[in-house]
């Protein structure tokens, strides 16, 4: 089954107009600390920063699908709105920005490379589609020991489906009907690769065929729509009716990160024809045009993130780093509990 969700798919959710706020809140909140770290990286505090601006409807519309304390995510780089989203605190991302010794990972991780157990955020590596094996073996766990209504969610970018990693994973959840949900993040881009260098397929859900997956492509602009696909794979998963693998379209609106200039490979013309998509306008306008709220309500939840921003960052970049002799703590040695 490969199909499409119309979009935009408004009025045909079930969302609530808080639950809808809430997504514009995750939206702003994911760009502003995104802007964040561009600008710390400009102003030489910290060494590396990476935007997700054009993935912000993804990140709302899977976080308010996923299910909090049962479900389990195995994200990659570009997800700070989703981390965010299913109840990561921005003071965290702010202690990862500036490698603080408070930071989960001990500021010893890549930044934007989070973990939250409490939260079934599992830790993940750069290495491009890695974490799809541990993903999977996830699933399969919760397979294994027969545990009804939950699922694993996880996320990659369309270069990533290039990967060997990825078909073996694909295929070994297909077989076993485990329960998973792969999330495709289609921004066109794998750094400086276009989409059309990385694959013959024309989508990549039909990649899917040959493995005998279910699959859905989905405006990944629209939250709703996103919000939509993501439940009903989820929904499948955690039933125990196995994965489905949910190619969601959006546009990586910045550079790679910020060791990256986009202007080398892309031009702006391009780049400015997919900005009338950007989602955050197109929600915003969504919520004005429904009533659900008025522009002075959006420029009142705009300087209220902004200051959550400033004071987080405040309060992170006033932590010590950590202390040296804590280098190889938990490496070679030290306590490992297991994930699930
Ligand atoms: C196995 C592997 N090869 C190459 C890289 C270098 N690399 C880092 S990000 C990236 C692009 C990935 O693109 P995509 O999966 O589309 O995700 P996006 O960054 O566009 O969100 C590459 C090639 C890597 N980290 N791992
Ligand atoms: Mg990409």
């Given amino acids: 089954m490969v199909k499409a969700i119309e979009s935009p798919a408004i009025g045909k959710h079930d969302l609530s107009e808080d ?3 809430w997504m514009l809140r995750n939206m702003h909140l994911q760009r502003t600390l995104d802007n964040r770290g561009f600008q710390l990286n400009r102003q030489g505090k910290i060494p590396f920063a990476l935007g997700s601006e054009g993935h912000e409807a993804i990140h709302a519309g899977a976080a308010a699908a996923f299910n909090r304390g049962k479900d389990l995510l195995v994200p990659y780089y570009r997800d700070l709105g989703l981390c965010v989203g ?7 991302v702010l ?14 991780q890549f930044p934007n490379h ?15 589609a890695a974490h799809v094996p541990h993903a999977v073996g996830a699933a399969y766990v919760m397979k294994l020991r027969k545990e009804q209504g939950r699922a694993v969610l996880c996320t990659f970018g369309d270069g990533s ?78 039933n125990g ?7 969601a379209i959006c546009y990586r609106f910045l550079s790679h990160t910020t060791d990256d200039d986009d202007r080398t ?11 009338p998509l950007d989602p955050v306008p197109r929600f915003e306008q969504y ?27 405040d309060r992170a970049e006033a932590m010590p780093f950590p202390d040296a002799s804590e280098m190889y703590a938990n490496v070679y040695e030290g306590t490992h509990e297991p994930w699930l």
């Fill in 19 to 21: 639950r809808l706020r």
């Fill in 86 to 92: 299913i109840g990561m605190e921005p003071l965290d």
């Fill in 95 to 108: 202690l990862s920005m500036f490698a603080r010794a408070a930071d989960r990972s001990g500021g010893r």
């Fill in 114 to 128: 989070y973990t939250n157990k409490a939260l079934g955020l599992q830790s993940f590596s750069s290495i491009i």
């Fill in 161 to 238: 489906t290039s990967e060997g990693e990825w078909h073996e994973s694909i295929n070994f959840a297909a077989i076993h009907k485990v329960p998973i949900v792969f999330l495709c993040e289609n921004n066109e881009w794998a750094i400086s690769t276009p989409r059309s260098k990385q694959m013959a397929a024309r989508d990549i859900v039909d990649k899917a065929i040959g493995y005998g997956l279910p699959a859905m492509k989905i405006d990944g602009m629209d939250p709703i729509a996103v919000y939509l696909g993501l439940r009903e794979a989820l929904e499948r998963a955690r």
């Fill in 241 to 247: 009716d196995g994965p489905t693998l949910v190619e």
């Fill in 265 to 275: 490979y892309r031009s702006r013309e391009e780049v400015e024809k997919f900005r």
């Fill in 287 to 313: 919520l004005t045009d429904n009533g659900i709220m008025t522009a002075a309500d959006i420029e009142a939840m705009k300087r209220e993130v902004l200051a959550e921003v400033n004071d987080v960052t």
